[in-house]
């Protein structure tokens, strides 16, 4: 940084905010709050698409400063973090990794279940003593919780000491954000209900250099009815293709080995196009021609999975043959009034059609117990099914009603008991068909992608298969993002114990 920027830099101390009373004159501190009802409407107008950059104004903001990340939440929000923790690096900041020393702390929010929410509101409550003692000290609650109208309500009411608050579609505009903030004697609340725009070139910090995440769509228009995402995330936008493919093949040649294609329905991708008919398996079908070893995508919505996509994973290499694919409920009636937009016939039926041209395939998926009236029968429904598909695992939830979804309005006669009991019976199902699957693997030769050491033991490797089981094994720490070949000893209840046979750094 230069002498100009660092003076620059030095009129927006976040010091100035306290001493230069003057300052709110000059500033009007920025109050734009969410609309669910905004949040909802899905307008014509076409997506534009626009580069990031930082204005000049703002560089050498962070000099001399710490940021400190706390996310909550999906894939997406991990994703939403590191490119977060680009723009504070381009802006200066240094990461660390406590909240004790850092200067600027952000929650990266997740709004899908009620626990999720509580969590961040309890430590809001933590880091008000923190703030009290540091008054200089910004705080902002960023993310999915910020789309929502009672959250921000709430947050000015019972926690005014939050210096910002900003939305999932005012990422970019951090760098703006910070600067009102260190002006401003006022909470800035910037969150756009109604998002537009794909912005390219974000800078990213990711959190390894063996695996990554790439975005290739934004949003979800499926309005499934107890779902907060159509609200917090807007209306589908997808990437275009060779923004990915770009992005894609500098990873391959940064040396990352393992990409994860990211959107809340990645099946719907390519659907808003107006210029082109391209969806996820014209996608998928150009990146597995780059040289990196392994590529995944989530979330697949079951509706939107088509024949085309079936036929390019087929075609196997570094496309793996792990699908997840939230079924949420066994009984059709109840996937009605879900609006999931498919019956149980339908959803077996395209898992029969994934089996037939992969028939070692993985599929793992998400269930919500519980949701509003679900029957015994219909609960029963869901283990069946669970059987029958023979799923690898799965996430189970219990229904959490969310403020301003349709579901969250129907009256529901399940006791909260009888929910617990079905989640209870439905996680033994799923522990049991688990370890039952992983037992299958003693004696097995796989192929580990290394990431580091075991968490529980700094002398044993730890790494992935190509169906995301976890493995651990002996091996000097030089195959370290690598993959290497593993027997298989002994299944465990969620983890594999092994051998490591050979290296195998092979790519494709
Ligand atoms: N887009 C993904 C889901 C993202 S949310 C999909 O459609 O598959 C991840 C999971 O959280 C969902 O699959 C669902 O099982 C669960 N979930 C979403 N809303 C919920 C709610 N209100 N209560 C309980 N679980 C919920
Ligand atoms: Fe939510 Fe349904 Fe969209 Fe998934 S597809 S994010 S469950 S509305
Ligand atoms: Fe949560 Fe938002 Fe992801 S609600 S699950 S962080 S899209």
């Not at 003593?129 to 009672?150: A, F, H, I, N």
Request: one cysteine or more.
């Amino acid at each position: 940084m230069n002498e100009k920027q660092r003076q620059e830099s030095s009129q927006v101390n976040p010091a100035d905010k306290k001493s230069e009373k003057d300052y709110s004159q000059y500033f009007q501190a920025v109050y734009m709050p969410p609309s669910l009802k905004d949040a909802k409407k899905r307008g014509k107008e076409e997506v534009k698409y626009d580069d990031f950059g930082i204005p000049e104004e703002f560089r050498g903001m962070g000099q001399g400063r710490k940021f400190y990340i706390r996310t909550y939440g999906c894939q997406m929000n991990e994703h939403d973090t590191e490119v977060m923790a680009g723009i504070f690096m381009a802006l200066g900041y240094e990461p660390t990794d406590g909240v004790e020393d850092a200067d600027v702390i952000l929650l990266n929010t997740c709004a899908i279940r009620e626990n999720a929410e509580n969590k961040v509101f309890g430590e809001l409550g933590h880091l008000k003593t923190l703030k009290k003692g540091r008054p200089d000290l910004l705080l902002g609650v960023c993310g999915c919780m910020s789309q929502e109208e009672s959250v921000v309500n709430r947050i000015l009411k019972v926690h005014p000491f939050v210096d910002m608050i900003f939305g999932t579609h005012n990422i970019h505009r951090l760098p703006n954000i910070l600067n009102e903030a260190y002006l401003s004697k006022e909470m800035v609340v910037e969150v756009w209900s109604k998002e537009g725009d794909v912005i390219e070139n974000l800078p990213k910090v990711r959190k390894g250099d063996i695996k990554a995440w790439v975005n290739i769509m934004y949003g979800c228009d499926k309005f499934c009815t107890y779902c907060i995402v159509p609200y917090t995330r807007g209306k589908e936008r997808s990437r275009r293709p060779e923004d990915i493919i770009q992005e894609v093949r500098h990873l391959a040649a940064q040396g990352y080995k393992e990409i994860t294609l990211l959107g809340q329905n990645v099946n719907a991708y390519g659907k808003d196009f107006e210029d082109m008919t391209y969806g996820l398996g014209d996608l998928m079908d150009e990146i597995r021609k780059i040289d990196i070893p392994r590529i995944r995508f989530t979330t697949s919505h079951p509706r939107d999975f088509d024949d085309r996509l079936i036929e390019v994973l087929a075609k196997g290499g570094n496309l793996l043959d792990h699908i997840h694919l939230p079924v949420q409920s066994g009984s059709s009636e109840v996937l009605k009034l879900m609006a999931r937009k498919y019956s149980r016939e339908h959803y077996l039926e395209l898992v029969r059609k994934i089996k037939e041209v992969m028939p070692n395939a993985s599929l793992t998926t998400d269930i919500i117990v519980g949701f509003p009236n679900e029957t015994d029968e219909q609960f029963e429904e869901t283990l069946s099914l669970y059987r029958e598909v023979g799923f690898d695992s799965a996430y189970t939830f219990i229904y959490s009603p969310r403020e301003g979804t349709p579901a969250a309005k129907m009256q529901d006669n399940v006791p909260m008991e009888v929910k617990k009991e079905r989640l209870q019976r439905l996680n033994k199902l799923v522990n049991d068909t688990s370890a039952q699957k992983l037992k299958e693997y003693e004696g097995k030769v796989v192929e580990v992608l290394v990431e580091g050491e075991s968490k529980n033991n700094p002398d044993v490797l730890a790494g992935y298969t190509e169906k995301s089981k976890l493995v651990n094994f002996r091996a000097p720490k030089s195959v370290i993002g690598k993959i290497v070949k593993v027997k298989i000893k002994k299944a465990k209840t969620w983890t594999l114990d092994g051998e490591m046979v050979e290296e195998a750094v092979e790519v494709k």
